[in-house]
């Protein structure tokens, strides 16, 4: 009977592997593949303020939880694109930890995708503004959406980002579980709803929220959106998605697997 998911283990080795890969990607091919994996991440935070500037005064709650189902699109896209997103990637530190890619690789990508990210974000909020579609509602969305993103102590920014990531490599740990199309759309699907619905901070997403205010004519300085916000929050994403989560599962599926073999002897 053909495998309908893979196991913990093997997903841990697949992590391993696709981290291998992903560290001797070329830099142009690096930043290509993050910068439409930020387009698409912008696509699921557009469809999130849609739904929400139509139901917000209506019912904040099923605005909450239909704008919510909407924004996994984004992280489905980059998945099944083969496209490179920051906070999936710092699941590359079990490749680290397994002595399969140096540091400095890790970093190199990670820099390499987070401009990328930055890029594409960026570009599409940018687009979006210049496409007449912000209309007041969309506005007055977007621009609450931010202010209470900058509002966030540095603390509170760094928990959420925490939260936020441990959600979301878990999508993409559940996505390279499933070995169907089906499978791997519920699995991202679940995990990216809540921490959309619980309101957790998402540095890739925030690229695209808060240069969309900016352009929509929000006041605040960019070096405001960096400190208040993308730094605290990316700080958070890698310490639940390069530190709390690969650490567990290496330590669990595939640090026992690199131990010796000790044969007990009979005297």
Request: hydrophobic share 55%; aromatic share 12%; net charge positive.
């Amino acid at each position: 009977m053909e495998k309908r998911f893979l196991s913990p283990v093997e997903v841990s080795k697949f992590i391993i592997s696709t981290s291998e890969v992903r560290a001797n990607l070329t830099t142009l091919n690096s930043i290509l593949l993050a910068i439409m994996a930020g387009i698409y991440i912008g696509f699921g935070g557009f469809g999130y303020i849609l739904i929400g500037q139509t139901l917000g005064k209506i019912d904040i709650g099923l605005m909450k939880f239909l704008g919510a189902s909407v924004f996994p699109v984004g992280l489905m896209l980059v998945v099944f694109t083969g496209s490179e997103l920051f906070t999936g990637d710092t699941l590359m530190t079990m490749a680290v930890m397994d002595k399969k890619i140096s540091l400095l690789q890790m970093f190199r990508t990670w820099i390499l995708v987070y401009l990328g990210n930055l890029i594409g974000s960026v570009l599409l909020a940018f687009t979006i503004n210049k496409s007449g579609m912000i209309t007041e509602p969309v506005k007055e969305l977007i621009f609450n959406i931010t202010n209470a993103k900058l509002s966030l102590s540095f603390g509170t920014a760094v928990i959420r980002g925490i939260l936020c990531n441990i959600l979301v490599v878990l999508g993409v740990w559940l996505a390279l579980a499933g070995q169907d199309v089906a499978s791997k759309i519920w699995g991202i699907w679940f995990p990216i709803m809540l921490f959309v619905l619980a309101g957790f901070e998402h540095s890739v997403a925030n690229m695209f929220f808060l240069p969309l205010a900016k352009f929509a004519g929000l006041e605040f300085s960019w070096l405001s959106m960096w400190t208040n916000n993308i730094i605290p929050v990316t700080i958070g994403n890698i310490i639940s998605g390069g530190i709390i989560v690969p650490l567990v599962y290496y330590l669990a599926h595939i640090k026992p697997l690199r131990e010796p073999v000790v044969e007990s002897t009979n005297k």
